[in-house]
Structure formats: C-alpha cells, structure tokens
C-alpha cells in the first residue's frame, strides 16, 4: 500500500484490481494494454492489484504463470490476504481507480465498460499534470458489445456447479458430466488440474479443450446472444470451479 501511495504522489496512475479467472476481469485487460501504450511516455503509469476471487488463485505460482498469457506486462501487486483490497473497498472486479499526480481520485469504475469515458479522464488527467495533451484518436472499441450505446443482452449469471464459489465440482462416477442451458454470447469455465474438457453443444460433439494450468478456458464463443444446451464431460483430475458467460449484442 505504501509504495502505491509513493508512486501516486509522484505521476498519475491507474490502479486496476482483477482475479486472472475472472471473466469480466480478464476482458478489461486489452484496454489496460493499449492504454498502457499509449500514455506511458506522457506519465501514466499501470498498476495491477490481484485480489484473488477464488480459492484456486491465491496461489502465487498460479497467478505468475497466467499473468504472460494473458499479456500483462505491467507490475501488479500480489494481495492474497486481500489487504490492498479492504484499503480501497473496490467492491467488485475488476475495479478501475485512476489517481492524479499528488493522489487525488479523477475516476472509478466498477465492472466493464465506460472505456471512452476512462481514456477521456486519463487524457485529462495527464493534461492537469503537464502532459502536452497531442494525443491520437480515442481507442476504438475492442469488441463490438463495448461501442458506446450498444444493444447487449445480460447472460446467464455465473453458476458454482459444486455447490459454492470455494468448492470445485470434479466428474464422478455416478456424474462423468456437467450439463445446463444458458443464454450468452460465450461461455467459460475456471478449472485447475491438467487434462482435456470434452464439449457437447446442443446434443452435438462440440470439439474439446486442453487445461494446462488453473484459469479461465473458453468453451464456446457466438456473435451475439444465443441459447444452448452445454455438456462438459472432464478428464480425471480436472476441477471446475465456476461457469461464466460474456453479454454480446442482442439480435
């Protein structure tokens, strides 16, 4: 916490709180990565902080081997014990706090979305502190779903198929697969373990997916909202932790 505080007073910040498995965490991180490019050199700097979300990352080697694949090039501060978290009551992940030079706060935001309106204060920010202020044009939106007033459909809420979000479901014999419908435009499973998830979709092989390390796995992405009947049939050894689906646009 202090040396976030030091940096804070000497060159605005964005403070950005994530969990590696968390869907909605790991959709903010391609804004992170292009803002990062694009005002560093006028004084921005990035933060992570990893508040872990679930059992499966407090896990220190876990995290350092998501945070390349994932492309986070950025430091990012480990908060297992979630004590950077209790400091800023983020509430939520991810959580965006963007902090002028001197440790004033310009911005929060909980969630996705609001990227035009995080890059204008970031701009502004960095004007306030000395910046030039030439800058290029806005960063067009990564997906077509976060364009400023796009139609997007809720998904499915994320569903704990063991039961809670600390205990994982494992196949057993008398359940070798994991079955329910939902409506969204992609689905994912937090697993950790080793081995193949085999898909079914709507009654149909639906190919499979490898598990190598603990994370995020998507299973099925669409170009907008769509209903389907999903089945995950595990290899042994894999744990699955939570399903979680993206909004896309409505049809």
Known sequence: MASIDRLLAERPALVHFFDFAQLNSVRTLPYLSAWRARYADAGLAVLGVHSPRYVLSRDRDAVATALPALGVDWPVALDPEMTVWRGYEPRGWPSLFLWGKGGALRWHHLGEGEYLATEELIRETLTDADADGQWPPPLEPLRPEDAPGARVV???????????????????????????????????????????????????PAGSVAVHAPGLQELIADDGHRSHALELRPSAGIRVHSLQFAHGLAS
């Open 154 to 204: 809720a998904p499915t809420p994320e569903l704990f198929p063991g039961g809670s979000i600390d205990q994982p479901w494992v196949a057993r014999p008398e359940e070798p697969a994991l079955a329910l419908r939902y409506e969204a435009a992609a689905a994912y499973a937090v697993t950790d373990g080793e081995g193949e998830l085999a898909i079914v979709l709507d009654g149909e």
